[in-house]
């Protein structure tokens, strides 16, 4: 995942919790519904994935002695097609479950991508074409196309990444894929950008690669005049957007690099509108902004990172002026170009992820330290708190 650093937040969590890696202590207490929530935490020297099985997403408080332990930071979480997807914290290898009747997860197919070169199988590394076909990016230069419906599940090809040349020591890398590309039809789009080793030395530009899901082809790829792409959304009318994450905030702050922005492909499509292209300052009294995600009625949620509340200057490092608790989530009309901050959710560190489950937008806003997350149901301008995690959460999902 895209952490404009090679490495993760060290989470202060304190008390380890009570169950055993990859097993629930006991069944969950289910009710209309079957939804997934995972967390991650860590310490200095090891890093877990906390899985929930929870029967709604109404206020509660979540009880992890029923929860299951992942060892790893890339023991990762995925719902697709009623079936849950873990892969493994210490090999590059995707495991699919069912949930039974009492809310345990029952293993039932297993696939590795070693002999392709696979680091791992995070699946901010994947994308969900259809029931029976996802792509894992392996690395910079192909996707593994895989089945994730087969008994047992397997690998059917390979699809190459865009033929994008590097920058000098800025390289070209796709998207985070978990949050940073739309599947439209049989056309999935896909930001890249260039950056350096160290994710503080970014292209003033991105492209947008457009590919055939049908004969896993690319068709083309389109210029876009914002750093570091890697955020994309599409609200109802079928308009794609594609913005930043916060790290190119605090390079912009403290390293005067190029104004974070963000693009729109409209409806129908197949060129960068280049009169909706916005500067986030234009919209957010002169600050920067992060992460513009669809949310319901032609609006959408954008992080802000209020700068007045910081001091900081050019030595400073600015991935902890990101990562302080500045932010606020504003709520941005789509067509009009306006936003306003929402009321309800606490000063944050700005790394919120979203999941939009039946109609409402669940929003995950981690405390400035990722020991925590609120999960926060947004309705308009107002926002709710339902439940709170330990770690960093990043996933939400409705099995059934």
Known sequence: MSMY??????????AALACGSGSSSSNTDLGAGVYVVSSIVSTSDESFSYVSVIGSLDAQTLDYRKAYEFPGITSDLWVWNGKVYIADGD????????????GALVEDSALSFASYGAAD???WNAIWVSPSKAYLANGQGEYVI???????MRITGTMPHPDLADRGIQKLRPASTDRGVVLQGNRLYHPYHWVDATYTSYSDDSRVAIYDTDTDTLITTLEA???GLDIATQDEAGN?????????????????GATPCGVRIAAGASTIDTRWTLPWPQITDGRGAAALRFSD????LLSVFHAERAQFDDTTDPFALVGSANWRLWRMDLSARTAAPIDGIDWNSGATYLSRIDDTSYVMVP????????????????????FETQGWAIRLFRVR
């Open 240 to 256: 794609l957007y594609f913005s930043n994450w916060t790290g190119n905030v605090g390079l912009s702050l403290v390293h005067k």
């Open 91 to 102: 090999a590059p290898v995707v495991h699919r479950y069912r949930v039974d009747a009492s």
């Open 225 to 227: 005049p914002c750093p």
């Open 297 to 300: 009625d032609g609006h959408a």
């Open 5 to 14: 650093r090679p490495i993760w937040p060290v989470l202060s969590v304190a």
């Open 121 to 123: 199988a995070a699946f």
């Open 367 to 386: 405390a400035s330290n990722y020991a925590s997350t609120t999960i926060y149901a947004v309705t308009g301008d107002s926002a709710e708190a339902k």
């Open 146 to 152: 895989w089945d994730p419906s087969a008994t047992p």
